[in-house]
């Protein structure tokens, strides 16, 4: 004869594991489904100089921490929780591009830069006043490819998260 004895309290504990690591894993999918339409119209409206700023376009997966930090879910209902993971993704330029960051020139291209002096730094022009630097007009190629893609932001997600759960079964 065989004895088997299975505490029950241990296997609940791992079921509902398991359960939040699905539910985060199917949000995960959603929002990168979601992310997907955005991410390729933003690379076809970021500025083409080197074409260095359309490459680092890509999606990033916010941890707790970091969407805290940016108070995501300050003052509403949707707090971090046992039944919310708090998942969120950043789309823009947040990959390196021959060893660089483009974040500050994706930031530039955006918004543009105001009217300015500029006086010069070289040793051999200090002696000049310097210049009157005329700004430049902002793309706002995030904004634009947002703004196209927004129609159906939650049909895909849901899609998204339907093809990662028949994925699993």
Do not use: C
């Not at 010069?120 to 200090?126: E, G, I, N």
Request: aromatic share 4%; glycine share 10%; no cysteine.
């Amino acid at each position: 004869m065989i004895d088997v004895s299975i505490n029950a309290n241990s296997v609940l504990e791992s079921l509902q594991a398991l359960e939040t690591s699905l539910k985060t894993k199917a949000v995960r999918a959603g929002l990168v489904s979601v992310a997907k339409p955005i991410k390729a119209a933003a690379k076809n409206l970021a500025p083409k100089d080197k074409g260095d700023l359309a490459k680092a376009i890509g999606h990033k997966t916010l941890s707790k921490r970091d969407a805290a930090r940016i108070d995501l879910y300050q003052g509403s209902s949707n707090q971090v929780s046992e039944n919310n993971p708090g998942l969120a993704i950043i789309i823009g330029p947040n990959r390196k591009v021959g060893g660089k960051s483009q974040a500050y020139i994706g930031t530039l291209a955006e918004h543009g830069t105001k009217k300015r002096f500029r006086h010069y730094r070289k040793a051999r022009l200090k002696h000049l006043p310097g210049y009157m630097h005329g700004g430049t007009e902002g793309t706002h190629f995030m904004a634009r490819a947002l703004s196209r893609n927004q129609g159906d932001i939650p049909g895909r997600f849901y899609s998204g998260l339907a093809n990662h759960l028949d994925r699993i079964k």
